[in-house]
């Protein structure tokens, strides 16, 4: 015969654990919003769905008209069918192609880095660094502060 334990509800804070999909810092004269890349696109895809697109056209409404954007892509060190350079690059243009449609007064510079500027190492001590390598999966959109 078996048992019946007794039920122990646990609350746990959600808060702490819902990522961000953006980051807002300076690097010199830059405003940069860094996009977390997992949130916006599924794995080794490079098209934004509807509320992405809306929440990065958001996040550009304040800018100035005629504000001069570079918008950046870059990946972690794992290979993609269509390479990372190409990958980055098309996340980038998905990004920059969303600001366009709503802020067609903004000069934007498109490019794609693929895994050559990460903020985080890939591997630590020859080990596989998951943190790591999402951190490096990201979007900037970069603009004068």
């Not at 916006?40 to 954007?69: C, Y």
């Not at 060190?77 to 920059?96: C, E, I, Y």
């Amino acid at each position: 015969m078996s048992t019946i334990e007794p039920l122990n509800p646990e609350i746990i804070p959600l808060k702490p654990l819902i990522e961000p999909l953006e980051q807002e810092s300076t690097d010199g004269a830059d405003r940069v919003i860094t996009l977390n890349s997992d949130i916006l696109f599924d794995f080794g895809r490079h098209d934004l769905s509807k509320s992405a697109a809306a929440k990065i056209v958001a996040l550009v409404s304040k800018l100035p008209d005629g504000t001069e954007v570079r918008v950046e892509g870059h990946t972690d060190s794992v290979p993609s069918s269509m390479g990372n350079d190409v990958l980055s690059q098309k996340r980038a243009q998905a990004v920059a192609d969303a600001i366009t449609a709503a802020r067609a007064d903004l000069t934007l510079t498109v490019k794609g880095f693929g895994e050559s500027k990460p903020i985080e190492p890939n591997e630590k001590n020859g080990e596989d660094n998951p943190e790591g390598r999402a951190k490096n999966r990201r979007v900037e959109i970069r603009s004068a502060a």
